[in-house]
């Protein structure tokens, strides 16, 4: 699912470059829930935006699903996005006016798919995480945990074959980080997607079939 070599990213700060991941050698497989930890700056999350495609590397290789990404043009990578990645951010990112149901079938139809039949899986999604009477609430009604699952669901609307998440916990009491754990579990074990959970914390960690550590902008 992921192939990188020697993937390389720096950032500019004043006249200097700051490395912020150097050289990484890392293979994914299809279906694995990876986790990936680290102190802050270790260059975890910017190794996240590379495998989703959200940002681009200054050198190396990376392939994902099938697309050599470090060669893809922006249109290329766009459509990649909208039909291979599912993302889900610290901080939900859900449509404040639109319902639940209409949050998690939002790609689709930015996409110009059938809604119909949209629905009636956004109707699945939310039911495997576990807000099926939640549907035609707003997101100010629910609570963080909730919107995180929300989140989830519309991740995973368009069945992408890879989810990328960025402290999807983050933000969460123990009581819904461990609820948001299920969903992850869940996922992992319907083989619905390949999992990339950029994490703090120790329980998420262990949920995952595989841990990668990193520090200093390198894989350990």
Do not use: W
């Not at 020697?6 to 986790?35: C, K, T």
């Not at 590379?50 to 990376?62: C, Q, R, T, V, Y």
Request: aromatic share 4%.
């Amino acid at each position: 699912m992921v192939h990188c070599r020697q993937l390389s990213r720096s950032y500019a700060s004043g006249d200097l470059y700051v490395p912020a991941v150097r050289e990484v050698d890392l293979d994914i497989g299809d279906g694995e829930f990876v986790a990936i930890t680290g102190p802050s700056g270790s260059g975890k999350s910017t190794l996240l935006n590379l495998i989703g495609s959200l940002d681009a590397p200054d050198s190396g290789e990376i392939e994902v699903a099938g697309l050599a990404l470090h060669r893809a043009s922006e249109a290329e990578k766009t459509e990649f996005r909208r039909r291979q990645i599912g993302i889900v951010f610290q901080f939900f990112n859900l449509m404040p006016t639109m319902t639940v149901r209409e949050n998690v079938v939002l790609p689709l139809a930015l996409r110009g798919d059938d809604l119909r039949a949209g629905r009636e899986r956004a109707g699945e999604l939310l039911a495997l995480v576990g807000l099926s009477e939640r549907q035609e609430h707003f997101p100010h009604q629910l609570s963080g945990g909730e919107m995180q699952r929300v989140a989830f669901a519309r991740a995973l609307i368009h069945e992408p074959r890879l989810v990328i998440a960025d402290e999807p916990t983050g933000n969460l009491d123990s009581a819904n980080r461990d609820r948001v754990i299920e969903v992850l579990r869940d996922i992992h074990h319907r083989g619905l997607a390949t999992l990339v959970v950029v994490t703090h914390e120790e329980e998420v960690a262990e949920a995952a079939s595989r841990r990668l550590e990193m520090r200093d902008g390198r894989l350990l």
